[in-house]
């Protein structure tokens, strides 16, 4: 190991340095070492700290946080005549994390200007049908409305500023206090 240290230190030259040439770069100490030279100034000098802006502010380090979108109540109350178009349906007995993915959608929708909503049918909503004509229970709805007629439903639903944020060919519309 001594012979190592000794070949780096020479420069792999057995015989003693005989010139300042072949001399090794000697380490100082930090506390002994000669003062730079002052620095000359170059061509595209930057500004000096008394000519910057006063009013910048280094950049925040604290994470900003996005308030999530208002996908509506879970479980809103719904009068005759109110009429809703259904985007997409999340059961909740299919292993998803369902209130999740129907929020996501519908907050999706909201920053797209789409007046969407997602809301845990659970039997409350009569109008609200499978295809045995009982209401539906254990699932997310994502939707669009209330408005006051099946066609506005459905006429908000096919529009093209929702279909570009979610297209869906289906769009049933359900009035959901009817029973």
């Not at 100082?28 to 170059?42: C, K, L």
């Amino acid at each position: 190991m001594v012979a190592t240290f000794a070949f780096i230190l020479t420069n792999g030259n057995s015989s003693p340095p005989t010139s300042e040439a072949n001399l090794p770069p000697a380490v100082v100490p930090e506390s002994s070492a000669p003062s730079a030279p002052a620095e000359q100034p170059s061509a595209n000098p930057a500004p000096a700290a008394s000519t910057g802006k006063a009013d910048r502010q280094p950049p925040s380090t604290e994470p900003t946080t996005v308030a999530a979108p208002n996908t509506g109540q879970q479980s809103p109350a719904f009068k005759r005549g109110q009429w809703i178009a259904v985007l997409d349906t999340y059961p909740t007995d299919a292993g998803l994390e369902a209130d999740q993915l129907a929020k996501e959608l519908a907050g999706k929708l909201i920053k797209a200007g789409v007046p969407a909503r997602a809301m845990l049918a659970d039997g409350q909503y009569p109008g609200i049908t499978n295809s045995t004509l009982e209401p539906v229970t254990g699932t997310w709805i994502v939707y669009l409305g209330p408005v006051t007629s099946a066609e506005i439903a459905l006429t908000t639903c096919q529009s093209p500023k929702t279909q570009r944020a979610y297209a869906s060919l289906a769009c049933p519309t359900y009035e959901p206090a009817a029973g």
